[in-house]
């Protein structure tokens, strides 16, 4: 690996609303970001892109157009430590850079089907996503650190903003 330095950020692919941490080097393939996640993060990804972890080769696993693309480890150096990542999708798939975007962590109790917490992006409140457009304008307007309700779920549906 080059001797640029990796910075931590969030990632989400132009088919998600979902940020991932990440670290990357700002470089870019066809205008599209070059993520390397942790084990914890790219477990993540392979959860929500149906992918899968195979422990003997240690490596992710993705059937894309019915051939598999494989991700083994690599080691970077983040601030002068090693750290295990792997490039999932880097110069490959459509991931965007979401320093300009707000992030929340957005937390569902457990009546709800998927519930749990993920770090998503302003666009995932949506109308589609049976937000109201009240619900909407409240989480937008949230300041940093700061947290919102369902008025119809209360704490079984709280959204934080995180940057």
């Known amino acids: 690996m080059n001797d640029q330095k990796f910075i931590a950020g969030f990632v989400c692919g132009e ?14 393939w066809n205008g599209w970001a070059m993520p390397y996640f942790t084990f914890k993060e ?8 149906k992918g899968r972890y195979d422990k003997e080769k240690d490596a992710f696993i993705f ?11 690599m080691t ?20 965007d850079l979401a320093s300009e975007m707000k992030i929340y962590s957005a937390y569902w109790g457990n009546d709800f089907y998927e519930s749990g917490t993920k770090k998503v992006v302003q666009y995932f409140f949506s109308e589609e996503r ?19 309700s369902s008025p119809d779920y209360g704490s079984a549906h709280t959204v934080t903003r995180l940057r």
């Open 130 to 148: 049976c937000y109201s457009k009240e619900d909407i304008a409240a989480i937008n307007a949230l300041a940093v650190g700061e947290s919102w």
């Open 15 to 28: 088919w998600d609303e979902y940020a991932y941490p990440c670290y990357h080097q700002n470089q870019h």
């Open 42 to 49: 790219a477990k993540k990804v392979a959860k929500e892109m």
């Open 63 to 73: 059937n894309m157009d019915g051939e598999d693309d494989v991700y083994e480890p």
């Open 76 to 95: 970077i150096k983040v601030r002068g430590r090693n750290v295990k990542v792997y490039a999932i999708g880097a110069g490959y798939w459509c991931w």
